[in-house]
């Protein structure tokens, strides 16, 4: 049997055919790469659209802070704790972090505490309690603000206007000063700090380390570390003081204050003291020297012995004064015409008197 070569002739009559197998097989390839790219293209196209919403809300309006509503603030201002927080109408709501915003807040040294809530309508509410400053005062040549709790802040520019507030310390340069003063005002109403001008340090003969506080309307005051909340009563001792050249006084462990000469222009006095047998000074049971006294009628005129001198007050065991409750009566009665009480005895038979005489001590 003879065998016939196939030879590209014998194809030529079936092109077609071989071209839709080609064109088939391609269309197969297609279909399969579209479905394994499915899952992923569906992914995309979801991540593009979240995109797409979060940038049209993000450009828009409603996504913005439309109020920064702030409250607790006194000493600083309404701009200076916006400024703090990093908060205005052109922040984006979904990047404000209550959290994070109150504990940036509480790292400035006059806020004692913050807190920050996000509101309806896209509102943040900031809420501040304040340190209390006492005043300012000078450390070197550089201004701080001391406050209540013990701490002093470097006075910046955006404190200035707080000066104006709280008064000018001068001494109290030792630490423990420092703290018996900021104690002191522990229990001082705000509102009276504002008052006072000035606060130095003054010796007085009893309080080496006393209060001198010059209050704003020209008043001044001395009381010590343990005395000063008679401050909060200060308006209406001030409103029955009756001279404006007279100081008060709030002496320790005195639950009042008094009127009386201030210290520059009281007249120096010397006093007279009471001696022992020994010649020492007797002292009562303060502690303090027994101050002589004399007798004085009600308009402050002295009583005078038979020899024109003044009649002496006589003390007790303790050293206090021991005044005669009978003494106008005996004085008229000439009982002290040597300077202390002789009162006669009846006369006697034998012609003799006999009489007490009160000794001055």
Same mark, same amino acid.
């Given at each position: 049997?003879?065998? @016939?070569?196939?030879?590209?002739? /014998? ?11 080609? @064109?088939?097989?391609?269309?197969? #390839? ?5 479905? #394994? ?23 828009? %309006? ?11 603030? *006194? ?14 109408? =052109? ?27 996000? $509101? ?12 209390? %400053? ?24 955006? $404190? ?7 008064? &000018? ?19 001082? /109403? ?11 340090? &003054? ?42 050249? *007279? ?9 009042? !204050? ?40 009600? *308009? ?19 050293? *206090?004064?021991?005044?005669? %409750? ?10 002290? !015409? ?5 009162? %006669? =005895?009846?006369?006697? /038979? ?6 007490? /005489?009160?000794? =001055?001590?």
């Amino acid at each position: 049997m003879a065998v @016939r070569n196939i030879t590209v002739d /014998d194809f030529s009559d079936r092109p077609e055919k071989v071209e839709e197998i080609f @064109r088939e097989r391609e269309r197969k #390839r297609d279909t399969e790469n579209m479905e #394994r790219s499915r899952p992923a293209l569906f992914a995309w196209a979801l991540v593009l659209s979240v995109f797409l919403i979060v940038l049209v809300y993000y450009l828009s %309006p409603g996504s913005c802070v439309h109020a920064v509503s702030i409250s607790g603030y *006194n000493y600083l201002s309404e701009s200076y704790v916006q400024e703090l927080a990093g908060i205005s109408t =052109d922040s984006r709501i979904f990047l404000v972090f209550p959290g994070r915003t109150a504990a940036k807040l509480e790292e400035d040294s006059l806020i004692a505490d913050a807190s920050v809530q996000i $509101l309806a309508d896209n509102v943040v509410k900031i809420t501040i309690t304040e340190e209390q %400053p006492i005043g300012y005062r000078y450390s070197g040549d550089e201004p701080t603000i001391l406050l209540l709790n013990g701490s002093e802040v470097t006075l910046t520019s955006e $404190l200035m206007s707080l000066i104006s507030r709280v008064p &000018y310390i001068e001494g109290f340069t030792e630490e423990e000063q420092t703290h018996l003063l900021c104690t002191a005002f522990e229990n001082v /109403d705000p509102a009276m700090i504002e008052e006072i001008s000035e606060i130095h340090q &003054y010796s007085l003969p009893y309080d080496d380390e006393a209060m001198e506080l010059q209050m704003r309307d020209g008043m001044i005051i001395f009381a010590s570390y343990y005395s000063l909340d008679v401050l909060n009563s200060y308006n209406e001792i001030a409103s029955v003081v009756n001279s404006t050249d *007279n100081c008060i006084y709030a002496e320790q462990g005195m639950k009042y !204050a008094y009127e009386k000469a201030c210290p520059w222009n009281e007249t120096e006095t010397t006093y007279d003291y009471w001696l022992d047998a020994d010649g020492n000074i007797i002292t009562n049971r303060y502690g303090d020297p027994a101050v002589k006294h004399y007798y004085q009628d009600a *308009n402050g005129n002295y009583y005078l012995d038979a020899s024109g001198n003044w009649i002496l007050i006589p003390i007790d065991a303790a050293g *206090n004064d021991d005044p005669d %409750p009978d003494f106008e009566a005996n004085y008229a009665a000439g009982y002290y !015409a040597t300077g202390t009480l002789v009162i %006669p =005895d009846e006369t006697t /038979d034998s012609g003799t008197d006999s009489s007490t /005489d009160q000794t =001055d001590g």
